[in-house]
T-cell receptor, first 113, second 112 residues
């Protein structure tokens, strides 16, 4: 498809389990961002990838969170030993240019029971 | 550093009413400014943007003017419709583009 694709759209997991969230950005977009949106909250920045440069991980809330981007395309956000406070919508966005328009996926709704 | 402050919601308006959602920013330099909209059950999408001072972004009847003097980028629409019910976010990038700062979002409900 032409847009940013995220999977799964919904994920229910038990506390303590690991989860992987996937983002497939628009082809040719070199910038990729992960954000977290909690109920009633704004968007919380998590991590930024730009081309082949080292990612900006300054927004990751704990060392349980990690992300990678393979071949400058698909990205995976991994949350280890999930906690209930990790429950949120995880949004991925990509952009063709730095500081340019962001194109968002529909998000992954994560629920940790 | 760069930041945005957005009017708190929620906002409820009758159809055809005038809408203003305030957004002010703090920035070094003159970054592009953006309004994103999130319709129920959907991801965020760009509504409009302005790339330099005095620019007016417009789309779907919405407008916002990049005002350097008042460091503002208020969103306006002269006559809202039920289909405009959504959450609206003001945003700007850092100077390096490593992240975008988003306002807290303003929920708009338009009633017939």
């Amino acid at each position: 498809g032409a847009g940013v694709s995220q999977s799964p759209s919904n994920k229910v997991t038990e506390k303590g389990k690991d989860v992987e969230l996937r983002c497939d950005p628009i082809s040719g977009h070199t910038a990729l961002y992960w954000y977290r949106q909690s109920l009633g909250q704004g968007l919380e920045f998590l991590i930024y990838f730009q081309g082949n440069s080292a990612p900006d991980k300054s927004g990751l809330p704990s060392d349980r969170f990690s992300a990678e981007r393979t071949g400058g395309s698909v990205s995976t956000l991994t949350i280890q030993r999930t906690q209930q406070e990790d429950s949120a919508v995880y949004l991925c966005a990509s952009s063709f240019s730095v500081r340019g328009e962001l194109f968002f996926g529909s998000g992954t709704q994560l629920s940790v029971l | 550093g760069n930041s945005v402050t957005q009017m708190e919601g929620p906002v409820t308006l009758s159809e055809e009413a005038f809408l203003t959602i305030n957004c002010t920013y703090t920035a070094t330099g003159y970054p592009s400014l953006f309004w994103y909209v999130q319709y129920p059950g959907e991801g965020l999408q760009l509504l409009l943007k302005a790339t330099k001072a005095d620019d007016k972004g417009s789309n779907k009847g919405f407008e916002a003017t990049y005002r350097k003097e008042t460091t503002s980028f208020h969103l306006e629409k002269g006559s809202v419709q039920v289909s405009d019910s959504a959450v609206y976010f003001c945003a700007l990038p850092t100077n390096t583009g490593n992240q975008f700062y988003f306002g807290t979002g303003t929920s708009l409900t338009v009633i017939p």
